[in-house]
């Protein structure tokens, strides 16, 4: 089926610098969202963006992180400066529909982000 | 905000026996409870769902329990399989929430 894509997989960036991740969503989709997960806690929910703009962010997206959907291409989450609790796996996902009809909701694979 | 809690943590189980998952969520105003697979390495994939409206859904090897009353979900696996080896995560959402609250997960091995 349709697949979210995450790239890099893998990060490993200096505390304080600046990281992006990106997410290639499915191509029809609409919603866009990152979750964060820490290691051996639960997924949390961190944004929401459609039609170029944030529709709801949690406690968890700080000032320090942004997103954004330049051309229409990549959904990417900036983090400027990266602090070591920032360490996580991010997941982005794509919807179709907002609530209610989450059997569209796909996942991508992660990008596991270490702060050093 | 809403929190959803998995039971157990973790069981492991024989071929062809079957499993059963808990999870309690906290918010009334939760209307609509998806379930994801995770396997070793791979993405989170969409299994089976249920609405506050309903009390039962079937999908194959897969049922869904929901008791609105008492804020409770169960998944019922049978005729396990080694593949369904994974972590099952329950997740809440409601009308007016963006997005989804998950729970730790339950990790399920299956051994042949």
């Known amino acids: 089926g349709p697949k979210v894509l995450q790239i890099p997989s893998h990060q490993i960036i200096d505390m304080g610098q600046m990281v992006t991740l990106n997410c290639d969503p499915v191509s029809n989709h609409l919603y866009f969202y990152w979750y964060k997960q820490i290691l051996g806690q639960q997924m949390e929910f961190l944004v929401n963006?459609?039609?170029?703009?944030?529709?709801?962010k949690s406690k968890l997206f700080k000032d320090q992180f942004s997103v954004e959907r330049p051309d229409g291409s990549y959904f990417t989450l900036k983090i400027q400066p990266t602090a070591l609790e920032d360490s996580a796996v991010y997941f982005c996902?794509?919807?179709?529909?907002?609530?209610?009809?989450?059997?569209?909701?796909?996942f991508g694979s992660g990008t596991r982000l270490l702060v050093i | 905000g809403e929190q959803v809690e998995q039971l157990p943590s973790s069981l492991i189980v024989q071929e062809g026996a079957s499993v059963l998952i808990n999870c309690s969520y906290t918010d009334s105003a939760s209307v609509y409870f998806p379930w994801y697979k995770q396997e070793p390495g791979k993405r989170l994939q969409f299994i089976i769902d249920i609405r506050s409206n309903m009390e039962r859904k079937q999908n194959q090897r897969l049922t869904l329990l929901f008791d609105k009353k008492t804020k409770h979900l169960s998944l019922h696996i049978t005729a396990t399989q080694p593949g369904d080896s994974a972590i099952y995560f329950c997740s809440a959402i409601s009308n007016y929430a963006q997005g989804l609250t998950f729970g730790l997960g339950t990790r399920v091995s299956v051994f042949p």
């Open positions: 996902a794509s919807s179709l529909a907002l609530t209610g009809g989450h059997s569209d909701y796909t």
């Open positions: 963006f459609y039609n170029g703009k944030v529709m709801e």
